[in-house]
């Protein structure tokens, strides 16, 4: 879980803009509230740092950090593999990390498109393929049930997918703004999916 903000960040985090999300502070604690997965800055001028949805989250909780989070703060997307099924607040959880997501595309991307893939994707590859695949509505796989299986490959900007609906997957991630293929292993003859983040 995300370190809590002190409590000179969290008065930054108060005072937000409540409708932009638009911070003020000093660059230092800006800076950390952006290490913190809490704001980001955005990439056209005048460079202003905005709460991110996990931002929004805990101004709106007060000083105790929310449960859930967008991609970057407490929230981990299930990369199949996890011992144990999701919980029964998990659904809402991940529908409101896919909306945060979203809005950080719309934040991000230049041209504010929702309907691609944005920096913070790009940087995390694994998390934001199984979030997508999560969000709608694919089981991850775990040590009892079947599920999809999201890894990390040596190729840029690229992931494996793993399981038993390659096809639905496949679609999910084009639907989410993903290239696709379907590839089998030379070695082992498992089927899978190359999936990459679209550009335009």
Do not use: K
Not at 94 to 119: F, I, K, Y
Not at 130 to 146: I, N, R, V
Not at 154 to 182: D, F, I, K, M, N
């Amino acid at each position: 879980m995300a370190r809590p903000p002190t409590a000179a960040q969290q008065r930054v985090i108060e005072g937000a803009d409540p409708d932009t999300g638009r911070l003020r502070g000093t660059e230092a604690q800006l800076a950390a509230l952006v290490r913190l997965g809490l704001a980001f800055r955005h990439p056209r001028p005048p460079h202003d740092h905005f709460l991110t949805p996990a931002g929004h989250r805990l101004r709106e909780a007060g000083p105790e950090p929310a449960p859930a989070a967008e991609p970057g703060g407490v929230f981990a997307a299930r990369v199949g593999g996890e011992e144990a099924p999701p919980g029964p607040s998990r659904a809402r959880e991940v529908r409101e990390a896919w909306q945060g997501l979203l809005e950080l595309r719309r934040m991000t991307n230049p041209d504010s498109a929702t309907d691609r893939p944005c920096g913070w994707e790009r940087g995390h590859l694994v998390r934001a393929a199984a979030l997508a695949l999560e969000a709608a509505g694919h089981p991850s796989q775990t040590a009892d049930t079947p599920g999809y299986r999201v890894r990390a490959t040596p190729q840029p900007e690229a992931v494996a997918v793993y399981g038993p609906a390659l096809q639905p997957y496949a679609a999910t991630l084009e639907a989410a703004g993903w290239q696709c293929g379907e590839y089998t292993e030379a070695r082992t003859r498992t089927r899978h999916l190359l999936a990459s983040p679209r550009r335009v």
